[in-house]
């Protein structure tokens, strides 16, 4: 197996070890809530403390990532991150929950930017959006996960059992990173000459130049383009629908459908089963299909996702609105990837860190609000967790209106035939490798 695809696993491990961990608070919340006597509106400050630390230090992962190498900020970023989610099970009341899960974040939030930086480095432009969704898919697969693992150790331990069951898998992913991970592909180990020589052949590549880039770009420079912070704006606004979904579903399921904690669980897990499948296919379908047109694959999969989001909470039938979920699921997660490529594309990598974590700082602002507001629009209303998913999909329609009109696109020329009795010799397309992508 090429070193690369280790990477990309060990990449993908620890990112649902990651979302195991965020998303178990999700399962336990109605419990904990119990003990802990807290109501919507503090289960909603719980949920938002940790994206309060995750989003304060997207930049300073990014920073510290091309810095000191991404290899060195996974490894102190999952050896943070596994005590502080051990520790969320010895809480006791709800300002120390607050604490643990501000922390927690912080552990988190020096993560996504430095595994960006780790792709930027291990692989070209031909194939970083491709990897990029693998590595992401993990958001979906972790939410599909954690229903079907934890409610067994919930029903018979309790959910301070089920933190400290995570805390030990965090030290796992230790082990794996440092086996396999490196700064990049010059550094890596087990890189063979072959593989070498495929990459900088890619990074040479047509596919890999035909889009544009900031490739002259410094930090300062990102924050001077108005791409960066459309991306920054729609990750801000799409979140509030994504961590929606994610953070209140359980809770959704339960009080509005009337499931119980087994049937929670699968309700749960499937729709994010066909959110993986979506995301991982985003990046590839993205790569092959959209390729200086990419804004269309992602509005088009926010509108129908949307509209299959909307009329779940529609319907009584656990079949109709299971699958009106898994088709959601699949098109918002898929579109997610989409969003993502773009980044992937335009950002150098030599500042590859800062400027992703700088976009994921919106995106974190966003899961942030979305806790409390949901939170309190939840009460407001009454205690109709129903609320919550009007929250979302105004959300939704905001985000796809972003995308429409605040991304323009410069699609790849087609590379011309020779005409007859041209040089045979003639290198045909080149002349597309300085196309543009801007707003």
Not at 10 to 34: E, G, K, P, Q
Not at 181 to 204: C, F, H, M, P
């Amino acid at each position: 197996m090429k070193a690369s695809y280790k990477v990309g696993l060990a990449l993908i491990f620890c990112y649902v070890v990651a979302w195991l961990d965020r998303m178990a608070i999700n399962m336990t919340i109605l419990s904990m809530s119990d003990e802990l006597g807290i109501g919507p509106d503090r289960i909603g400050w719980v949920l938002s403390a940790f994206f309060l630390g995750y989003a304060l230090c997207q930049i300073p992962g990014g920073a510290l990532a091309d810095r000191f190498g991404p290899r060195k900020v996974i490894l102190v970023a999952l050896g943070w991150w596994s005590v502080f989610t051990a520790l969320t099970g010895t809480a006791a009341t709800l300002w120390s929950m607050l604490a643990i899960r501000f922390f927690f974040g912080v552990g988190e939030g020096i993560f996504p930017a430095s595994v960006w930086k780790v792709l930027g480095n291990w692989y070209t432009r031909k194939n970083r959006a491709t990897a990029n969704a693998l590595v992401i898919s993990a958001i979906a697969l972790g939410p599909a996960l954690t229903p079907l693992l934890l409610a067994p150790i919930l029903a018979k331990y309790g959910w301070r059992t089920a933190f400290y069951c995570l805390g030990v898998c965090g030290l796992a992913c230790l082990v794996v990173v440092w086996r396999f991970v490196g700064n990049s592909i010059q550094e890596g180990r087990g890189v063979t000459a072959q593989e070498l020589a495929e990459y900088e052949a890619d990074a040479k590549s047509e596919a890999a130049n035909s889009e544009g880039s900031l490739e002259k770009a410094t930090f300062g420079d990102l924050l001077r383009t108005p791409i960066i912070w459309v991306l920054f704006s729609i990750a801000l606004v799409a979140n509030i629908t994504m961590y929606g979904w994610l953070n209140w579903l359980p809770s959704y399921l339960v009080k509005v459908k009337g499931l119980d904690l087994k049937a929670t669980a699968f309700a749960a897990s499937v729709p994010f089963m066909f959110a993986t499948i979506g995301c991982m296919s985003g990046g590839w379908i993205s790569d092959k299909f959209f390729r200086g047109r990419r804004k269309w694959l992602i509005f088009l999969c926010q509108a129908v996702g949307g509209t299959c989001l909307y009329f779940f909470t529609r319907v009584d039938d656990m079949t109709t609105y299971m699958i009106l979920q898994s088709v959601a699921g699949f098109l918002l997660f898929m579109g997610s990837a989409a969003v993502w490529s773009l980044p992937m594309i335009l950002l150098p990598t030599k500042v590859m860190g800062a400027g992703s974590g700088f976009i994921n700082t919106g995106g974190q602002i966003g899961g942030f609000i979305t806790n409390i507001l949901i939170g309190y629009v939840i009460t407001w209303r009454g205690g109709s967790y129903a609320a919550g998913f009007e929250v979302m999909l105004g959300a939704l329609v905001l985000a796809a209106t972003l995308v429409l009109v605040g991304i323009r696109e410069t699609r790849p020329p087609v590379p011309s035939q020779p005409r007859e009795g041209e040089l045979a010799s003639a290198r045909p397309g080149l002349s597309g490798a300085s196309g543009t992508t801007d707003v």
